[in-house]
């Protein structure tokens, strides 16, 4: 059972760590780029790679809140029990953030969009959004790390 429980851990900082690759790399290669676009060329530099990305990040996302709870109880009568709680909080607030604010902004360039000012408006909001979801997933990120951090100290002073 202790080896499940790992395991399920595990699984979230690698969860986290897809989200903070996946975004970080956002920041750092697309939002670039991303004044080059135009309504000519946008659409498949963007919207196949969105799609993929929602489809497998949802699957994901519901397997990181399962772990969460997983987690949480597990370390319910402990004091570590707010690394869970914080990170299942960030994975809502990510979660909220994307489908409340983003997806708006995926669908209106899936069902393209032909005026450049209109284009660009959008993806100036879409990535502004963006930076605000990776900062979530990077915290996502930094909690698990620092559990783990904290869990090989313990480790160490046993």
């Known amino acids: 059972m202790k080896k499940l429980l790992i395991l399920n851990k595990v699984i979230l900082f690698a969860c986290a760590s897809m989200y903070f690759g996946t975004g970080w790399s956002l920041v750092l290669f697309s939002f670039p780029v991303a004044p ?52 299942l909080v960030l994975v809502i607030l990510a979660t909220l953030l994307t489908i409340y604010f983003i997806f708006e902004y995926n669908e209106q360039m899936t069902a393209g969009i032909t005026d450049p000012m209109i284009l660009k408006g959008v993806l100036r909001k879409w990535m502004n959004l963006n930076t605000i979801r990776v900062s979530i997933w990077t915290l996502q990120w930094l909690v698990m790390a620092i559990y783990f951090f904290r869990l090989e100290l313990k480790l160490k002073q046993a």
């Open 36 to 87: 080059e676009l135009t309504p000519n060329n946008y659409y498949m530099q963007f919207v196949p790679q969105v799609l993929a990305a929602t489809k497998f990040f949802t699957y994901m996302t519901m397997l990181m809140m399962v772990c969460c709870m997983i987690f949480i109880i597990e370390e319910w009568r402990t004091s570590i029990k707010w690394y869970p709680i914080v990170f």
